[in-house]
Nanobody, 117 residues
Framework: QVQVVESGGGLVQAGGSLRLSCTAS????????MGWYRQAPGKQRVWVAR???????NYADSVQGRFTISRDNAENTVYLQMNSLKPEDTGVYYC???????????WGKGTLVTVSS
């Protein structure tokens, strides 16, 4: 089994910063990519950022220039540094792991980020 665990959420004022962490463990074959999604209250889960095994990064337009995804390969950990936070960034942030030759997807349970205006 593969476990994915997020941490680092919390309450922050608009303009502030937070750093989320996600650690994968268990029977990992080979990490193809790790990324972050978020789900605002009453809305669908949407993609936020992705980091591939080759080091490529991609960001949703809504967070480009404000969020940075990075990793610690030795710890199978990915981070999401979130700066200049806006109230619309509020939501549950989920970590996604894409693993192995069949691109299996694994999800964490999420961490709540609340940005107050």
């Amino acid at each position: 089994q593969v476990q994915v665990v997020e941490s680092g959420g919390g309450l922050v004022q608009a303009g502030g910063s937070l750093r989320l962490s996600c650690t994968a463990s268990g029977s990992i074959l080979s990490i193809n990519a790790m990324g972050w999604y978020r789900q605002a209250p009453g809305k669908q889960r949407v993609w936020v950022a992705r980091l591939t095994s080759g080091g490529s990064t991609n960001y949703a337009d809504s967070v480009q220039g404000r969020f940075t995804i990075s990793r610690d390969n030795a710890e199978n950990t990915v981070y999401l540094q979130m700066n200049s936070l806006k109230p619309e960034d509020t939501g549950v942030y989920y970590c996604n792991l894409v693993d192995g030759p069949y691109n299996m997807h694994y999800w964490g349970k999420g961490t709540l980020v609340t940005v107050s205006s």
